[in-house]
């Protein structure tokens, strides 16, 4: 199975999301920015991305609508974390490409649920 890839500037929020996923039997890689992640999809392919909203240079949402662009990651599922405050900005984040969201913080059963619903 391909690896589920994390994108987010916050070395501790990419742990609490990458260990019940490893324990839940998937493989994770990590992204700390964007333009990060870009770099490691040009040579890895990945099942499915979670990845944050705000991140520095370029933002969650300008990523996805990035990937979308390109042909090899129309069906890519993505799933985009959001604040609680920001609950209000699911609508667009679906309408730029998003597949599902996430609301930090994160319950961990509900990230490994949505995860194993997409794959």
């Known amino acids: 199975m391909l690896p589920i890839l994390i994108v987010d500037e916050s070395e501790e929020l990419r742990h609490v999301?990458?260990?019940?996923?490893i324990y839940a039997g998937f493989e994770v890689?990590?992204?700390?920015?964007?333009?990060?992640?870009?770099?490691?999809?040009?040579?890895?392919?990945?099942?499915?991305?979670?990845?944050?909203?705000?991140m520095p240079q370029m933002?969650?949402?300008?990523?996805?609508?990035?990937?979308?662009?390109?042909?090899?990651?129309?069906d890519l599922p993505i799933l985009l974390l959001l604040k609680e405050?920001?609950?209000h900005k699911k609508r667009e984040a679906l309408q730029?490409?998003?597949?599902?969201t996430l609301t930090r913080p994160t319950d961990l059963h509900r990230l490994v649920e949505k995860v194993k619903k997409r794959l």
């Open 29 to 54: 890689i990590e992204a700390q920015d964007a333009l990060e992640a870009v770099g490691i999809l040009a040579h890895q392919k990945v099942a499915l991305i979670i990845t944050d909203w705000e």
């Open 59 to 74: 933002n969650g949402l300008d990523f996805v609508r990035k990937l979308r662009e390109s042909s090899l990651f129309q």
């Open 17 to 21: 999301l990458k260990f019940p996923l």
């Open 96 to 100: 730029a490409g998003v597949t599902d």
């Open 85 to 87: 405050s920001e609950a």
